[in-house]
């Protein structure tokens, strides 16, 4: 299979609703992606503003082995300014729908033609590569689609990106759509950009490629215009393990995704499939019991292979086995019946609680076997305190804070102090992280923190 994938997250995915990111950070997200391998990054559309130029003209300028692409509209300036910046290929953006013709751009079908032909010659002419992308392909009529099509490859370009601009495909129309319009067009390379607006996204991307396409669009953690594009760790996981292609480089997947995570605020869901902090985590007895006795039992492929880990988690669900693996992860050792006992009290306890910490099951084990456990349990609460600069509306920090993944809350408070967070992390090295990236928010100038030894709810009981 000759399957290519453009990441677009420094184009659509920076149309993500709240999301831009810093030239410095477009470098940095660029080279990671090219890391994995990625065939073509899409840098941004350099009209758009100073500093996407800046960073397309930084992109293009490293020599990356992806090829570098600027996206414009069918506007000379915006072509000419795609080739000042070095990149290797051009995007000519045109309508090709008849609602976008009549009702967005006013032009007939014969205007749009002659258009798309002129905009095309003149970026070849600047020795420029053209995709083109007929934009709300998918709602375009066909007859047109193809004259449209056919007016750009005869005019130089070489790709054409049939854009499922609205999310409104399903993999089986979709299949069909792609492979008529792929036997009926001139020769060319064929794109996908599918939006994800009812969640086919990918499955509909990876019918298309099946139908005879050969690159899907992608952007990190799925960002992109609305609710966004095909998932760049999903995409590359389904080829990778479901179709066997292992081409890019999937140890890279993560540092990606979490690079972008903080970087654009955007914060992946648990259930994320691939990138989701459940994606690996294992709950029921049923479960955990054959994922100790044979991991495949209920995953697709080792977590390890994208540098994660399986987590049991332990609360009423869960069996013997589980507790028991919990127990030795600790080296708390228990004989049959404190077992029972200690699972026992979990059950109970767990109906009364929404979460269940390794603290707690520590300390149930205590409690149950009368001998305390020198053990660090996995998870640190914390409370940072922030002093801001004189200058800075507190308030604002606040609500920079409110988008950290780890802080669970923030009060601004009175005295030494102006703002309190209370965080959660997964170990010494995560709030380490936390705390380096708090003393880059613009206004915040010292920061204290506090850990959590224990917490005591208001009715007695601690946690
Ligand atoms: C846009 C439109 C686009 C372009 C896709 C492409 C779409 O955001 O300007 O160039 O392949 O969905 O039609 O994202």
């Known amino acids: 299979m000759k399957l290519k994938i453009l990441d677009t997250t420094l184009r659509d995915g920076e149309q993500t609703p709240y999301v831009n ?22 840098a941004g559309d350099p009209s758009v503003s100073p500093k996407i130029y800046e960073a397309i003209k930084k ?17 000379k300036p915006g072509i000419d300014k795609a080739k000042e910046c070095g990149v290797d290929r051009v995007v000519v953006l045109y309508p090709t729908s008849k609602i976008h013709l009549e009702t967005k751009v006013y032009k007939t079908e014969d205007e749009a033609i002659q258009i798309i032909e002129e905009h095309i010659k003149y970026a070849v002419s600047l ?16 007859d047109f689609l193809v004259r449209a099509c056919n007016a750009a490859i005869n005019a130089g370009a070489d790709r054409i990106s049939y854009a499922d601009t609205l999310g409104i495909m399903q993999p089986h129309i979709f299949y069909d759509k792609v492979k008529k319009l ?6 060319c390379e064929m794109d996908l950009h599918c939006h994800d607006d009812f969640g086919l996204a990918l499955a509909n991307g ?52 979490e690079y972008v995570e903080r970087a654009s605020g955007f914060f992946i869901p648990n259930n994320n499939p691939i990138t989701g902090l459940n994606a690996f985590s294992h709950k029921s007895g049923v479960h955990t019991d054959g994922v100790l006795k044979n991991p495949s039992t209920y995953e697709a492929f080792e977590p390890s292979l994208i540098g994660r ?24 050792e228990v004989n049959d019946e404190e077992l029972r006992k200690i699972i026992e009290e979990i059950k109970n306890v767990g109906d009364d609680r929404k979460i269940l910490h390794d603290t707690d099951i520590i300390e149930i ?23 801001v600069e004189a200058e800075v509306y507190t308030t604002t920090v606040v609500r920079h804070l409110k988008n950290f993944k780890h802080i669970k809350s923030v009060f601004e408070i009175t005295g030494e102090h102006d703002i309190s967070a209370y965080i959660k992390v997964q170990n010494t090295a995560e709030l380490n992280t936390l705390i380096e990236e708090l003393r880059t928010v613009q206004g915040i100038k010292t920061t204290s923190t506090k850990i959590v030894l224990k917490k005591h709810e208001s009715n007695g009981k601690s946690k």
Not at 59 to 75: D, G, M, P, V
Not at 222 to 229: N, P, Q
Not at 375 to 385: D, E, F, Q, T
């Open 21 to 42: 990111f810093t030239v410095d950070e477009k470098v940095e997200i660029a080279k990671l992606l090219d890391k994995i391998g990625v065939d073509m990054i899409e």
């Open 59 to 75: 992109i293009a300028s490293l020599n990356l082995n992806a090829e570098i692409l600027a996206h414009s509209l069918a506007k």
């Open 127 to 142: 020795g420029l590569k053209v995709r083109f992308t007929p934009e709300d392909a998918t709602r375009t009529e066909f």
């Open 182 to 187: 792929k036997d009926t067009i001139l020769p």
């Open 206 to 257: 990876m019918a298309g490629i099946r139908a005879g396409a050969n690159c899907i669009h992608v952007c990190v953690n799925g960002l992109g215009e609305r609710t966004g594009v095909p998932d760049l760790a999903e995409t590359i996981m389904s080829y990778h393990i479901l179709e066997k292609l292992e081409k890019y480089n999937i140890e890279h997947i993560m540092e990606v995704s």
């Open 309 to 332: 880990e399986r987590t049991i988690i332990v609360d009423k669900y869960t069996g013997k086995r589980a507790v028991l693996s919990k127990l030795e992860h600790y080296d708390i």
């Open 365 to 387: 084990a205590e409690k149950v076997t009368n001998r305390t456990s020198d053990v660090i349990p996995k998870g640190i609460n914390a409370l940072i305190l922030i002093s």
